[in-house]
C-alpha cells in the first residue's frame, strides 16, 4: 500500500461526503398576465425563488402568513426579486396591488440523500487508519 493508494481513498471519502450533501436550486416565477407562473410551487428548505415581473402593469409578490415572511415591494415591468427560504412551511401569497392574483409556495424539509451510510463510512475508515498504519510501520526507521 502506497501513499498514493492513500491519497485515492481520501479523495473518494471526500467525493462521498460531498455527494451526500443537497446542492441548494434557485426557481423562477413569472409574474405575467395578472398571474403568478407558476402559481402552486414546491421548493425544499435552501432552495431561493426569483419573482419576475413580465407585464406592464406593477405588482407585487407578499405572502399572506401573519409572520410576513416576504414581501417583494412593487416590482415594475422588467424587475426582479428573490429570496432564500430556510423554514419549511405553506406560504400562500398574493399581489398587494391586485389582491386576485393569489399563489402557494410549499417548502418542505430536504429528503436525504444516499450515501455510503454508517457502515459504508465505518469500512472506509477502517480502510484509512489501516493504510496509515501499514505506511507508519513501512516507513520507520529504527536506528540502534
Known amino acids: 500500500m502506497s501513499w498514493k493508494y492513500c491519497k485515492g481513498v481520501l479523495a473518494f ?8 450533501s443537497a ?4 426557481h423562477n416565477i413569472d409574474i405575467a398576465g395578472f398571474a403568478f407562473s407558476p402559481n402552486n410551487l414546491t421548493i425544499t428548505v ?3 425563488v426569483v419573482w419576475t415581473n413580465s407585464d406592464a402593469a406593477p405588482h407585487t409578490a407578499t405572502s399572506d402568513d401573519a ?4 414581501d417583494s415591494g412593487t416590482l415594475t415591468t422588467g424587475m426582479s426579486w ?15 396591488i391586485h389582491p386576485s392574483m393569489l399563489a ?3 417548502v418542505e424539509s430536504p429528503q436525504p440523500v ?3 451510510g454508517l457502515v459504508g463510512f465505518s469500512i472506509l475508515g477502517l480502510l484509512i487508519i489501516g493504510s496509515a498504519a501499514y505506511i507508519i510501520r513501512r516507513n520507520k ?4
Open 141 to 144: 526507521t529504527i536506528t540502534v
Open 114 to 116: 444516499p450515501g455510503l
Open 82 to 96: 428573490g429570496m432564500k427560504f430556510t423554514t419549511p412551511g405553506v406560504i400562500p401569497y398574493h399581489c398587494s
Open 13 to 20: 471519502v471526500a467525493m462521498m461526503i460531498v455527494s451526500t
Open 46 to 48: 435552501g432552495d431561493s
Open 67 to 70: 409572520g410576513a415572511t416576504f
Open 104 to 106: 402557494t409556495l410549499t
Open 23 to 26: 446542492m441548494a436550486a434557485t
